[in-house]
């Protein structure tokens, strides 16, 4: 009979997830060549229209958590994070902060909820991902949302870097989402590490989390190759059918 294999301390199962943070969409050519200021207008307003579909959807993909969590004090703590991105009475959420970014790149409000410039596999790998939270237990799909522990980081470097590398956004209206992002994710961050350090206990039940970790992570990489491809080597879906 095989040997078990002894599970992780939560320390250690802490750490192992800490380093998937090399596989974070930070590191992807795209993001880097953006915080470098590399990237043209067309590629900077491609990337805010691409990532409002993901905006939108986060709050779907959390009311799908919730429609499977039957634990009223978790329900109460998760419900934030809808509110935070589609606001609340006098109160704008993320996704009025990400329209007004939109609009500092100069997109218009109309276009960019229109979806009409996101990317087929952009679509694709999103819906993956919310059809994902839709279907597995409330604590795994939760989990996946870990991805969370790395963007702090990457809200920061924007916030540092595009005022001199993008100077022609429009400061006032640019930088709201991630300034309002940098607290709303370390918050975030606790709530969703305390339910994965507590659901998986076995060793297996560890590993497996690694590999939900890993499919989020996925997502956000592959939506940067369709960017790359679109903005950066000027092939876009059906560039040759013409």
Known sequence: MAETK???TREEFEKKLRAKEKYYHIN???HLLMNEGGLDREAVQGWVANRFYYQTTIPIK???IMSNCPDRDARRQWVQRIIDHDGAEGEDGGIEAWLQLAEAVGLTREETLSYEHVLPGVKFAIDAYINFA???PWQVSASSS????FAPVIHQDRIDNWPEKYPWID???GFRYFNKRLTEARRDVEMGLEVTLEYYKTREQQESMLDVLQFKLDVLWTMCDC???AYIEKKPPYH???
Not at 146 to 149: I, Q, V, Y
């Open 6 to 8: 002894k599970p992780w």
């Open 28 to 30: 992807h050519d795209f």
């Open 62 to 64: 959390d009311a799908a």
């Open 134 to 136: 839709k279907q597995n």
């Open 146 to 149: 870990l991805t969370e522990l």
């Open 171 to 173: 400061k006032e209206k």
């Open 227 to 229: 960017m790359w491809l």
């Open 240 to 242: 040759n059918c013409k």
